[in-house]
């Protein structure tokens, strides 16, 4: 009787490492790396239409490099994406100033929904809750350093892993504040607890942001290239275009070097595989940003952020 239960629980066990395996295999062929993917994905519309390229120009929120948290930030933001596969991120930040520079905090859930087991049909779900505080400080309104940190819970199928990261980074603006560049070490932490035995590497990496604002034309360029840790030197770069017609509404499109995964060789539908866009009203003491991500065969990845300023 003992030597059954052993064989049911090993068979289950297995099973639910599958489970685990597709659920960051799935990840990997959304936006290119396997484990604990809400670390990589936008956080907000603004940098989904723009595929995160939006590391070096000044952000209202935080993102990948603190950096470039912008001085002039107050106020709160909901955030909130469908994704293919019943997938649901929501976010909520708050940014505020101190003496000694900007402060921002923030919770990103992810939540993948339910998973039915194919042999027993037990229910079970999965999800990620991030929890992540960061400061940024300006020196002569030419060059900021930044630093965020945070904890990662994430649950699958009953299994959790836990984490701590680390963000650093640098910008510096010049020629009037019209180009400007940004470096940055992310996710640089260490496991609390695995999901199993087998340990999923943390997707540590450094980024290498820019962007340009024309002095004639209402456009930002925005480009980042990112190399991972410990994965044999692969690298993305991602890019975004912002234009501005006048203060109240931008108008975004973004594409990636992750493009190439999402091709099928169908003209139609290739065309525009790859590519994000968005736009963003702005009112008085609002901000309304709407975005999308065509991920080729896999769907549409949309959202929207509604940030409310405080006075």
Request: aromatic content about 14%; proline content about 3%; hydrophobic content about 35%.
């Amino acid at each position: 009787m003992g030597n059954r239960r052993t064989i049911r629980r090993f068979g289950k066990e297995r099973r639910i490492t599958k489970l685990i395996s597709f659920i960051l295999v799935f990840g990997g062929l959304l936006f290119g790396a396997g484990s604990y993917e809400i670390l990589l994905f936008p956080h907000d519309a603004r940098s989904l239409s723009l595929q995160n390229s939006v590391s070096a120009f000044d952000n209202p929120l935080l993102r990948n490099n603190p950096a470039s948290l912008s001085k002039l930030s107050k106020g709160k933001t909901y955030s909130y994406f469908y994704l293919p596969g019943k997938i649901h991120f929501t976010g909520y930040q708050s940014v505020h100033k101190s003496n000694l520079g900007i402060r921002s905090t923030k919770i990103s859930i992810m939540n993948y929904g339910a998973i039915i087991d194919g042999e027993t049909e037990d229910k079970s779900y999965a999800f990620d809750i991030l929890l992540e505080t960061g400061f940024k400080k300006e020196y002569k309104n030419i060059t900021s350093i930044g630093i965020s940190g945070g904890y990662l819970f994430s649950s699958i199928a009953g299994y959790q892993s836990q984490l701590l990261f680390t963000n650093f980074g640098i910008r510096s603006r010049l020629l009037r504040k019209r180009l400007g560049v940004g470096l940055s070490l992310e996710n640089i932490g260490f496991l609390l607890k695995s999901y199993t035995d087998v340990k999923e590497p943390i997707p540590a990496l450094f980024r290498t942001a820019f962007y340009y604002e024309p002095r004639y034309i209402p456009l930002i360029i925005n480009g980042d290239i990112v190399t991972y840790f410990g994965d044999g030197g692969s690298f993305y770069f991602s890019c975004g275009i912002e234009l501005k017609p006048d203060n109240r509404l931008t108008l975004r499109l973004g594409s990636s070097s992750h493009r190439s995964g999402y091709l099928t060789g169908d003209f139609s539908s290739d065309v525009i595989a790859g590519f994000s866009g968005g736009v963003g009203f702005r009112f008085t003491n609002m901000t309304l940003d709407v975005g999308f991500m065509n991920l080729g065969p896999a769907g549409f990845v949309v959202g929207f952020s509604l940030m409310k300023k405080l006075n």
